[in-house]
C-alpha cells in the first residue's frame, strides 16, 4: 500500500472523485508516496503573463525508481465543446470553464523549478502530468484538444 500524505484528509474540497482516486492510489506499492492537495507559491520572479503567484495540486505520485506525476482530478459533470472544457458547478449548478491540463502542468514546472533550486538542475527525474476524469468515458479521443493525449487524459474507465 502507498503511503499517503495526509493519511486520511480532513476533507476532499466536497469532490467525491478526488475521494475515489485517493483510495485507488493508497492500493499503489509500498514504495510510492501519494501527496494529496498540495498546494504552492511560485518562489522565483513571477510575471503574470506566463505563471501563477499560487497553485494547488489535487494529487502528487512519486515513484522513487520512475518519478513523479501530477494528477489533476475533475468529477461530476464535465464536458469537452470545440477544445474548451467546461464543469458543472455542484453548488450553484452553474456550468463554468475549466483548464485541467494547464493546472496540472503548472505545478510540474514548478515542481521542475524546485528540484532545479535544490538539486542543482538535474534533468535525472522524471515530472510529468495528467488529468483524470473519473466521472466520464471518453469515447472519441479525436475530439479532445491537442494537448490531451490518450497517455495523458484517464477517465472513468
Request: contains cysteine; hydrophobic residues 35%.
Amino acid at each position: 500500500m502507498a503511503i499517503m500524505i495526509p493519511p486520511i484528509p480532513n476533507d476532499f474540497h466536497g469532490s467525491h472523485g478526488e475521494e475515489r482516486i485517493f483510495r485507488a492510489l493508497r492500493a499503489l506499492p509500498n514504495e510510492v508516496i501519494v501527496l494529496h492537495s498540495l498546494r504552492w507559491t511560485n518562489s522565483g520572479t513571477w510575471n503574470p503573463k506566463i505563471n501563477k503567484p499560487q497553485g494547488e495540486a489535487d494529487f502528487i505520485v512519486i515513484n522513487p525508481m520512475l518519478g513523479i506525476l501530477v494528477l489533476e482530478v475533475k468529477g461530476g459533470e464535465i464536458r469537452c465543446e470545440d477544445g474548451q472544457w467546461y464543469q458543472k458547478n455542484r453548488n450553484s449548478g452553474v456550468e463554468e470553464r475549466i483548464w485541467p491540463e494547464e493546472q496540472a502542468s503548472r505545478t510540474k514546472f514548478r515542481i521542475l523549478e524546485e528540484l532545479k533550486v535544490r538539486f542543482g538542475g538535474s534533468d535525472s527525474t522524471l515530472v510529468c502530468h495528467a488529468v483524470w476524469f473519473p466521472d466520464q468515458l471518453i469515447d472519441d479521443r479525436s475530439s479532445l484538444p491537442m494537448s490531451y493525449p490518450s497517455e495523458t487524459t484517464l477517465d472513468s474507465s
